[in-house]
């Protein structure tokens, strides 16, 4: 089992900057998990914002330009830096863990991945 912990939701205002962090713990020195972010407001599906997955990275098209990811796929670390925030932004952010995957693999679909957080708040302010 992988066990994931995140941090750094906050209340922000339209235009500031956040960092969330997330952590893994468990299993990760034996397997080299892929790392990636989701976000869910309510009523709505889990949607898939970033991944990192060993030297690549992945983004929606509505955070390019304004999200990065960062991390350590063997240490079990993953960063989303988040700058020009907007009130769309606002929903509850999950880090997620799956095995490193091959450029084929459906890993923009929330079920396609193993392993959640508890998710933390991010809400932005207009």
């Known amino acids: 089992q992988v066990q994931l912990v995140e941090s750094g939701g906050a209340l922000v205002q339209a235009g500031d900057s956040l960092r969330l962090s997330c952590v893994a713990s468990?299993?990760?020195?034996?397997?080299?998990?892929?790392l990636g972010w989701f976000r869910q407001t309510p009523g709505k599906e889990r949607e898939f914002v970033t991944a990192?997955?060993?030297?690549?990275?992945y983004y929606t098209e509505s955070v390019k330009g304004r999200f990065t990811v960062s991390g350590d796929n063997v240490k079990g670390t993953v960063y989303l830096q988040m700058v020009s925030l907007k009130p769309e932004d606002t929903a509850v952010y999950y880090c997620?863990?799956?095995?490193?995957?091959?450029?084929?693999?459906?890993?923009?679909?929330?079920?396609?991945?193993?392993?959640w957080g508890q998710g933390t708040q991010v809400t932005v302010s207009s």
């Open positions: 990192l997955n060993w030297n690549d990275r």
């Open positions: 468990g299993r990760t020195g034996a397997y080299y998990y892929a």
């Open positions: 997620a863990a799956t095995p490193l995957f091959s450029a084929t693999y459906d890993f923009r679909r929330a079920s396609s991945w193993t392993y």
